[in-house]
């Protein structure tokens, strides 16, 4: 939605899909031979979604703060079975700026985590790197 090019968002797509069609005891009942799926919905719902630029940059804002948090609280209290989780959220971070025209934003964001604030953490590195190889708008600019 916010850059208009989610057939390219690999890491995006997935963290979409991992959290819309997540079944828990407190989620609704699916029929599961149902072809339909919250992930097809909300992507058909954002297809027909029109925002304002000004809108954008505040969702990509808000998407951003979000994000950096998440990482932050995962691997600083060192949950390490969250790892991956973090490491796919600091992907679609990245995929969403590279996608908006943010590279160096992106860049920024992958040296603040990856290279300078948890550089001594390798089993996050490690999910960062196995995440960053799903997507081919990351997989070459982020980590060299």
């Known amino acids: 939605m916010v850059c208009g090019k989610s057939e390219q968002a690999a890491i995006i797509n997935t963290l979409l899909k991992t959290y819309a069609d997540?079944?828990?005891?407190?989620?609704?009942?699916?029929?599961?031979?149902?072809?339909?799926?919250?992930?097809?919905?909300?992507?058909?719902?954002?297809?027909?979604?029109?925002?304002?630029?000004?809108?954008?940059?505040?969702?990509?804002?808000?998407?951003?703060?979000?994000?950096?948090?998440?990482?932050?609280?995962?691997v600083s209290n060192k949950h390490r079975k969250a790892y991956e989780?973090?490491?796919?959220?600091?992907?679609?971070?990245?995929?969403?700026?590279?996608l908006t025209g943010q590279e160096s934003d992106a860049q920024g964001i992958v040296n603040d985590y990856y290279f300078d604030k948890y550089r001594r953490f390798p089993a996050f590195r490690k999910e960062v790197q196995a995440v960053f190889q799903t997507s081919d708008i990351v997989r070459s600019k982020m980590l060299s």
């Not at 992507?43 to 925002?51: D, E, M, S, V």
């Not at 989780?85 to 590279?98: F, N, P, S, W």
């Open 22 to 74: 997540r079944m828990s005891g407190y989620s609704y009942y699916r029929d599961s031979d149902a072809q339909t799926t919250m992930y097809t919905e909300i992507i058909k719902g954002l297809g027909n979604c029109k925002i304002s630029a000004a809108d954008k940059k505040a969702f990509l804002d808000w998407a951003r703060r979000i994000g950096c948090e998440r990482i932050e609280h995962i």
């Open 85 to 98: 989780r973090a490491a796919q959220v600091l992907g679609a971070l990245c995929e969403a700026l590279i």
